[in-house]
Structures are given as structure tokens and as C-alpha cells.
């Protein structure tokens, strides 16, 4: 389990914790289901038949949310999800069957209830008052985008930084093999290439790939925002593909949207996207632009977009063919958790409609798995697994 070099072959199989094995109902709602770590240990054989090498994650840091976004203790596994002697036999168990473990990782914000903002919200002139960006102290301050609840973490101030570094290092050291980093045009590149440096450092192997979707972010959010040309952007907008790109040197890969969005607007065309040599250029031209040892991670759905299939009508033949594409592109390839029992949502998902993400984090149905689609999915990814 030691090269990196595994990370072009990862077939990564992305999993809600909350959401995935354990749950105790599949009534869907915006609350804590029941999900767990044991849960997940107890598909292992399941995920192995499907042929997957790497299992990523969501955040299973304590959480008031039951997605596990809003951190208020970086430190310790939420009790909802079990305990860190799970996290350790699933990390364990998984390694025996030559299955990795990455996880989500998020530094650039926390919770409003996580103790330090509350303690930096009381007295801006202790400890913590220079770990957060304030305005105005108590109620004005820089956050995620426009999300109060979620106060953004000054990652330039030593202390926070070495404080996040020190946690992402812990978590590696219980055997984690690396992170899906979340929202890193938060952060500057100074603070990446600091990050990066020193995980390298201590765990060569880890793998760390970023999330940075910027296209229609609008400008009055580019306060919040770290990336490069920030004056032309917001003229011009952001070009997801050249922003991508942005972080090589800094993380190990980066998710493709650029990708993703146009292997989605193909598909629904409802014509045969590999007959279009149109198509066939364009992507090869994309995915030529990546220097050596910096992957595009292709993915077809995630969390917060519908599900490929419903772009597809269902149609599970598109959805094969289109996986068998992503694998013969040789790169990192994730699949969504439910997408080979046939998962798919038939309301869409509007990030302007609270809660719409809901459809796409259904509780996962054991009692309805389409065999068919897992068995095919499974061959599929044994052919390309090496």
C-alpha cells in the first residue's frame, strides 16, 4: 500500500456516511439517519465484488449536520457515525482487501457553534479572534460564500494554519491514505504549497486532490475567494478549465468539472456522445492540457447534482457507456454511492431551493440493488482495475 503512483488506476467509490449502510429509515430528510462506519465496514465485500481500489469518505469530523459539513471539532469522529475505534477497523479491513481510504477534508471554514468561533465571537482580542476574518465583531464576517453559519478560517494566520495542518496530519496518522479537500479556491496558494509541502513531507504516499467549481460564482462572493486574477475575472468570469489547472504543484489531482459538464450537456443531447467526433476532440484537448502526475478526477454525478441517470432517463446502457469512457481515459474515476443499484433522482436538484439536495443523498435502498447494473459495473471495473 505504499507507491502513490495507484492514484491514476483509483476507482473511487464515493460514500455519504449518514446515508450509505446503518440507516434506520429511507424516509429522506435533512437529519442525522442513522448511517454509520460500521455500517460501511460491513459492505466491504459488496464494494470489493463491485471492483472499486479507494473508498472516499464524506466528513465524519463531529458535525451538527447530518452531511457533516459544519465542523464544530476536527479532532473526533461524530458519535452519530461511530467511534474512532471504527474508523480504525474500517480503515484496517479495507487495507487487508486492497481497498484505500480517503477522506473529505475541510479547512476553510467551520460551524458558527465550533468553540473557538463562539469563544472569538465573545472576545475578539483572545486566543481565537485572529482565526477568523471579522468585520465587525460579533455578526459581521467573512464566510463561506454567503453561508452564515459557516465563518471562514484566516489560513494565513500561523496558528490557525499550523492548527489545520496538525489535524490533517492526525488523521493520516491513524492510516488514512489522503483527502478530498474541500472548497480550495477558499484558501490562498500560498497556504497550498505550504499544505502540501508538509503532508508530503510526513505521509509521501497521501493523496490529496481539490474541489474548486467556480463557474457562475458570482463576483460579489470574490472576497471570500483566493484564486489567481481576481480583477480579470471579474470582468471576464472564470474559466473552470484554466482555474483547474491553477493548482498544479499543489495538490496530486483536482475533480474535473469541466469534465463533468461536458460529458452531461452530450448526454443530453440524447445523441450517441461516442460517435460524436466533435465531442471526442474536445475532451481529448482538455485532458491533454494536464501535466504529468496531476490528475483530472472524472466523476459523473456527486452530492450536489443530479444523478448522471436522470440526465440518461434511466437509461443504464448510456451509464455504462459512459463509465467504460471514463476508465479508458486512464485517470482517476469516481462513482457516487446507489449509482450501481440504479440510483437516480427524478426531481432535480436547484441549489437555490433549500434542502433540493436531498434527492441526490437518498438513505441507500439494500432491499431494491438492480444486480444486473452491479454486475455489469463490476465487470466493467475489473477489466480496467490493474
Same mark, same amino acid.
Given at each position: ?185 477558499? #484558501?490562498?496558494?500560498?497556504?497550498? =504549497? @505550504? !499544505?502540501?509541502?508538509?503532508?508530503? $513531507? &510526513? ?5 490529496? +486532490? /481539490?474541489?474548486?467549481? #467556480?463557474?457562475?460564482?458570482?463576483? =460579489? @462572493? !470574490?472576497?471570500?475567494?483566493?484564486? $489567481? &486574477? ?5 470582468? +471576464? /468570469? ?149
Amino acid at each position: 500500500m505504499k507507491s502513490s503512483n495507484w492514484f491514476g488506476n483509483a476507482i473511487i467509490y464515493h460514500i455519504f456516511i449518514d446515508r450509505f449502510s446503518g440507516c434506520n429509515t429511507i424516509v429522506n430528510t435533512p437529519d442525522f439517519l442513522g448511517g454509520n462506519l460500521k455500517g460501511i465496514y460491513e459492505k466491504l465485500d459488496y464494494l470489493s465484488g463491485l471492483g472499486i481500489n479507494t473508498i472516499w469518505l464524506s466528513p465524519f469530523y463531529t458535525s451538527h449536520q447530518y452531511h457533516g459539513y459544519h465542523i464544530t471539532n476536527y479532532k473526533e469522529v461524530d458519535p452519530h457515525f461511530g467511534t474512532l475505534s471504527d474508523l480504525q477497523k474500517l480503515i484496517e479491513k479495507a487495507h487487508e482487501m486492497n481497498i484505500r481510504v480517503i477522506a473529505d477534508f475541510v479547512p476553510n471554514h467551520c460551524s458558527k457553534y465550533h468553540p473557538f468561533f463562539v469563544e472569538a465571537q465573545q472576545n475578539i482580542n483572545e486566543k481565537y479572534g485572529k482565526w477568523f476574518y471579522f468585520n465587525k465583531c460579533p455578526g459581521d464576517y467573512l464566510c463561506f460564500l454567503d453561508f452564515k453559519e459557516l465563518p471562514k478560517l484566516n489560513l494565513e494566520y500561523a496558528e490557525t494554519r499550523n492548527y489545520i495542518l496538525e489535524i490533517a496530519n492526525y488523521w493520516l496518522s491513524i492510516g488514512l491514505d489522503g483527502y478530498r479537500v474541500d472548497h480550495i479556491i477558499g #484558501a490562498s496558494h500560498n497556504f497550498w =504549497k @505550504y !499544505f502540501y509541502k508538509n503532508i508530503k $513531507k &510526513n505521509y509521501p504516499e497521501a493523496i490529496l +486532490f /481539490g474541489e474548486a467549481p #467556480a463557474e457562475g460564482v458570482e463576483a =460579489k @462572493y !470574490f472576497k471570500t475567494l483566493n484564486f $489567481k &486574477n481576481k480583477f480579470w475575472r471579474r470582468i +471576464f /468570469g472564470v474559466s473552470q478549465e484554466n482555474l483547474q489547472l491553477e493548482y498544479f504543484g499543489e495538490f496530486d489531482g483536482i475533480l474535473d468539472f469541466t469534465f463533468n459538464k461536458m460529458i452531461v450537456e452530450e448526454v443530453k443531447t440524447g445523441k450517441d456522445f461516442l460517435k460524436s467526433q466533435k465531442f471526442l476532440a474536445r475532451v481529448e484537448k482538455h485532458f491533454n492540457k494536464f501535466p504529468d502526475n496531476y490528475f483530472p478526477v472524472t466523476f459523473l454525478d456527486n452530492h450536489d447534482m443530479d444523478r448522471f441517470l436522470k440526465h440518461c432517463n434511466g437509461d443504464y446502457d448510456i451509464l455504462l457507456q459512459a463509465f467504460e469512457f471514463l476508465l479508458s481515459q486512464n485517470h482517476p474515476v469516481v462513482i457516487y454511492y446507489g449509482t450501481e443499484a440504479g440510483m437516480y433522482n427524478k426531481t432535480p436538484v436547484k441549489w437555490y431551493i433549500n434542502n433540493s439536495d436531498l434527492f441526490v443523498r437518498e438513505p441507500y435502498d439494500w432491499k431494491n440493488i438492480n444486480y444486473d447494473l452491479y454486475n455489469k459495473l463490476s465487470e466493467l471495473f475489473k477489466k480496467y482495475h490493474h
